[in-house]
C-alpha cells in the first residue's frame, strides 16, 4: 500500500462517454501527476500539479482534462476518447519536486481504461 | 530531448542466476538516475537512485552505477529469487527542480523456481 488510491481500478467506456478518474493521497505530499502507460512504450507524463497548480502539461489532447481540487485530490475528467486512448492510467505523488535529494514519487496501482 | 533506452524484454532467469538490465540515457546536464519496479497489479515504486556521477545506488540486493563516461546506469542483482518477478523501468530527471520524470519502455523480468 503506497498510500495513493486509485479509483475505479477498471473501467469500460464508449467513445461518446463521459468520466472521470480519482486519485487520493494522505500522505501529505504537494505534487501530484498523471502518467499513461501503453504497451511497448515507454510511461508518458501528462499532467503535474504542484500546490494545485498546473505545473506541467505534456502536448496532452483536450478530450483529457485534469482537476485538483485540493492537494490531496486529482481528476481525469474524460470525454469524447479514441479507441488508441486505452491504457493504465497511473496517479502519483510526491512532497516536492522529484529531482530533490531523498524525494520521490509514490504511485497508485492505476485505472485500466478501455475505450470501445 | 531527453530520453531512457533500456533493454528490450522479456528477461526469463532461474532462480539464483546473475540479473543484468540495460539502461542508457541521453540527456543535457547532470540527470538523475532512477530504477523503478513494478509488481503485478500494482504502481511503481522506486528500487533505487543516483544523482551524480560515480554514485552507486543500491536497494534488496540490487545495485546499479551512475556511470557519466558511457552515459549507462545498469542494473545488477547478484542472486535472484522468484520474487524478483516484475517489471523494472529506467528513469532520469533532467535536474533537481524538475518535475519531468522521463522513463524507459520497461523490462519485463521473471524468475522460474
Known amino acids: 500500500e503506497t498510500g495513493v488510491t486509485q479509483t475505479p481500478r477498471h473501467l469500460v467506456m464508449g467513445m461518446t462517454n463521459k468520466k472521470s478518474l480519482k486519485c487520493e493521497q494522505h500522505?501529505?505530499?504537494?505534487?501530484m501527476y498523471w502518467y499513461k502507460q501503453s504497451a511497448k512504450k515507454p510511461l508518458e507524463l501528462m499532467f503535474v500539479?504542484?500546490?494545485?497548480?498546473?505545473?506541467e502539461n505534456n502536448s496532452v489532447p483536450s478530450r483529457f482534462s485534469p482537476e485538483c481540487p485540493n492537494s490531496s485530490h486529482l481528476f481525469l475528467h474524460l470525454h469524447t476518447l479514441q479507441p488508441e486512448d486505452s491504457a493504465l492510467y497511473l496517479c502519483?505523488?510526491?512532497?516536492?519536486?522529484?529531482?530533490?535529494?531523498?524525494?520521490?514519487?509514490?504511485f497508485g496501482s492505476g485505472t485500466q481504461l478501455s475505450v470501445l | 530531448g531527453d530520453s531512457v533506452t533500456q533493454m528490450e524484454g522479456p528477461v526469463t532467469l532461474s532462480e539464483e542466476a546473475f540479473l543484468t538490465i540495460n539502461c542508457t540515457y541521453t540527456a543535457t546536464g547532470y540527470p538523475s538516475l532512477f530504477w523503478y519496479v513494478q509488481y503485478p497489479g500494482e504502481g511503481l515504486q522506486l528500487l533505487l537512485k543516483a544523482t551524480k556521477a560515480d554514485d552507486k545506488g543500491s536497494n534488496k540486493g540490487f545495485e546499479a552505477t551512475y556511470r557519466k563516461e558511457t552515459t549507462s546506469f545498469h542494473l545488477e542483482k547478484g542472486s535472484v529469487q522468484v520474487s524478483d518477478s516484475a517489471v523494472y523501468f529506467c528513469a532520469l530527471i533532467p535536474g533537481a527542480g524538475s518535475y519531468q520524470l522521463t522513463f524507459g519502455k520497461g523490462t519485463k523480468l521473471s524468475v522460474i523456481p
Open positions: 500522505l501529505g505530499h504537494n505534487a
Open positions: 500539479y504542484s500546490l494545485e497548480e498546473r505545473v
Open positions: 502519483a505523488s510526491s512532497r516536492s519536486v522529484p529531482g530533490a535529494p531523498n524525494e520521490k514519487l509514490f
